[in-house]
């Protein structure tokens, strides 16, 4: 859904002084979009899944993004079971394609594949890499504001536009007024919008290269009663990132 | 001996290397399975330990050094009479006296897989050395790969090194341009191939041509000076097509191979597959594939057709073949599944269920069943024998 969250970073820049009451939904979430997409970004984090019985396993891995979060790589570093394997999603993640350098083989991927989990994580690939899917993909409606995580926050319902193939029926975001990082965004069934899936929250703000960050991002799935954290160790904004970075030569180093 | 001097001198380099180097990774793992199979109601079961070490160095910004080091020993029933798994029809065709041949050992192993280096130059990567060649968009059977055959019950496991000289030309983003060059005895019995891959739409797509020495064997006649089957290579020309993307919110592919041949009749071969993920997270996959050079007829096989289907000289014994999959992760860590392989031409069928779990963050376990439900003499006979594998995978 967001691809800051490949980076996992959650951003903000300082909006201009805007009374609450002249925004609408779209204002809102157009908002959200800009300073979840910097232009480009790196960052290094560490993913872990918990299990309903309370196993753990822990991922390293190293992504950037370009284009506003139109491209994305993600490349694996722990643990040893996944090194090296990488996925680049290009087109907002219409066009995915993994690696795995123990057969190096790249393999298309087609969109359904957006469904799968990630390394058996709650995030999907959808999660991770859609670019600006907030504004193309969803018609957003402002509700009554809302106090959430301890923040003064605009609620919002995005509801999925018909000719979109997302794997959400809608999704309602609870952003912070002072600095438009949704703290918590609730995922609804594709098929039945009353069926709540999964929760993502977002925490430790901090300002990296001017830009508020969540460095720590947490997806609650209701239905299997698991959850996956991710944490970021190190994050850059507006890197120079060549277009070469982001293809089938990239993915195989 | 010889292996132990292998060893050592891997090892050797490995630990200099080391030393030498700030940005050198050693890894690997440990695989240790057991095989088990059904053959004339007796079970016969092969064990298999095997260490693989890495060795991957950056040697300085656009070179790279990488290398692998194998070690497989064996146990248990370690020869295997092919004829065993043979009808009565195929076996009286052996030459009398020869039936020994036909016993395929599984001896202790070690070996360099890998070792090559890999120069990233602006526009163009150069690998020179022992390297993996991967080719087309089949999962389980490529026709435009002429290097390697992959295992049906077993399509991911990792494909061999090939002596080769590389490029990777990357015309633009979206276009890259590979010459491949495969270097035997000779220039002519060498390996030579040319790729071109692109990118229309949501669809990959890759024009291949390749010229390589097949080397056949007629399994019904020997060599007496060397004791071995009579090879009989001829050269192979291959001019194929695939292609990889999405129709109908399907993922698709296909490729296709068609060989001319030297002496030997020319035939071809084509994959159409397709695949998709519910929003349940069930995953399936079905892949059709057709080989001209299998029969149609199961009663047309003949102890040739056998012996280059165990030696892995051809992909496919009968001509239509269908494959199918369905696999659910049961938990985060836990996938069950079921593949099936069903023979189109003779109406024979296999069926695989598998497991995956991931038991800790570096280890991995991997089960399936073979089960085979075809008449005497099909592709997947009850007499080719039921069985399972378990498989222990430690990486570090």
Request: charged content about 25%; aromatic content about 14%; proline content about 3%.
């Amino acid at each position: 859904m967001k691809n800051i969250m490949i980076s996992g970073l959650m951003v903000l820049l300082l909006a201009p002084a805007l009374f609450s009451q002249e925004l609408t939904g779209e204002d809102i979430i157009l908002k959200v979009n800009e300073l979840f997409n910097p232009q480009t970004s790196y960052s290094k984090s560490e993913m872990t899944i918990v299990t309903t019985s309370g196993s753990k396993r822990t991922f390293l891995s190293e992504s950037w993004s370009k284009n506003e979060g139109e491209k994305n790589l993600v490349r694996y570093l722990e643990p040893r079971r996944v090194k090296g394997q990488a996925i680049l999603m290009l087109n907002n993640a219409d066009d995915i394609w993994s690696y795995f350098p123990r057969t190096q083989r790249v393999r298309k991927l087609a969109t359904h594949a957006k469904n799968q989990k990630m390394q058996g994580s709650d995030f999907s690939y959808e999660d991770m890499g859609s670019g600006d899917a907030f504004i193309t993909d969803f018609s957003p409606k402002r509700l009554k504001d809302e106090k959430m995580e301890g923040h003064d926050c605009y609620k919002l319902e995005l509801t999925r536009k018909q000719d979109s193939d997302l794997s959400y029926s809608r999704l309602i975001l609870w952003v912070v007024k002072e600095s438009y990082v949704p703290v918590v965004i609730d995922y609804y069934d594709e098929d039945d919008p009353t069926l709540w899936l999964k929760r993502l929250v977002q925490s430790d703000i901090r300002l990296i290269d001017n830009i508020p960050t969540a460095m720590r991002v947490v997806m609650y799935n209701k239905n299997d009663n698991t959850q996956t954290e991710i944490e970021l160790l190190e994050v850059k904004y507006n890197v120079p990132l060549n277009d070469d970075m982001f293809t089938e030569r990239s993915l195989k180093k | 001996m010889k292996k132990w001097i292998l060893v050592l001198v891997f090892l050797s380099f490995g630990i200099t290397a080391l030393s030498a180097q700030e940005r050198v990774e050693l890894f690997g793992y440990f695989e240790s399975q057991i095989m088990g199979t059904e053959i004339k109601s007796d079970f016969y079961q092969l064990y298999t330990n095997k260490l693989r070490v890495d060795l991957k160095s950056s040697i300085s910004e656009n070179i790279t050094f990488a290398a692998n080091f194998d070690y497989s020993t064996y146990y248990g029933k370690t020869k295997w009479n092919i004829l065993d798994f043979l009808t009565l029809s195929i076996t009286s065709t052996v030459p009398q006296g020869k039936e020994s041949f036909y016993i395929f050992p599984f001896s202790n192993r070690s070996f360099l897989d890998n070792a090559y280096i890999k120069r990233a130059f602006k526009n163009f990567d150069l690998t020179v050395g022992k390297q993996q060649i991967s080719l087309g968009t089949g999962y389980v059977w490529n026709p435009m790969d002429v290097f390697n055959i992959k295992d049906p019950v077993d399509p991911t496991y990792e494909q061999p090194g090939h002596n080769a000289v590389r490029f990777d030309v990357l015309l633009q983003s979206k276009y890259t341009l590979t010459a491949l060059y495969s270097p035997e005895d000779t220039w002519r019995n060498s390996a030579k191939l040319i790729q071109f891959k692109g990118r229309i739409s949501h669809f990959d797509y890759s024009l291949i041509a390749i010229e390589k020495l097949w080397r056949f064997h007629d399994y019904a006649q020997f060599d007496t000076t060397n004791m071995s089957f009579l090879e009989m290579p001829e050269q192979r020309q291959l001019l194929g097509a695939s292609t990889a993307g999405e129709l109908l919110g399907l993922g698709a592919w296909a490729e296709y191979g068609y060989n001319k041949m030297e002496y030997s009749k020319d035939f071809y071969e084509l994959v159409v597959g397709t695949d998709y993920t519910f929003d349940f997270q069930t995953y399936i996959m079905v892949e059709y594939y057709r080989n001209t050079l299998g029969r149609t007829d199961y009663e047309q096989y003949n102890l040739n057709d056998w012996m280059r289907l165990f030696a892995n000289e051809q992909k496919a014994i009968s001509r239509d073949q269908i494959y199918g999959f369905i696999q659910h992760p049961v938990t985060d860590f836990l996938n069950l599944g079921i593949s099936s392989i069903h023979s189109i031409s003779d109406n024979s069928l296999a069926l695989v269920p598998t497991l995956n779990y991931s038991l800790s963050e570096n280890m991995d376990v991997m089960a399936y069943l073979n089960f085979n439900f075809g008449k005497e003499g099909t592709a997947y006979s009850k007499l080719s024998g039921n069985g399972g594998l378990l498989r222990a995978r430690v990486y570090f």
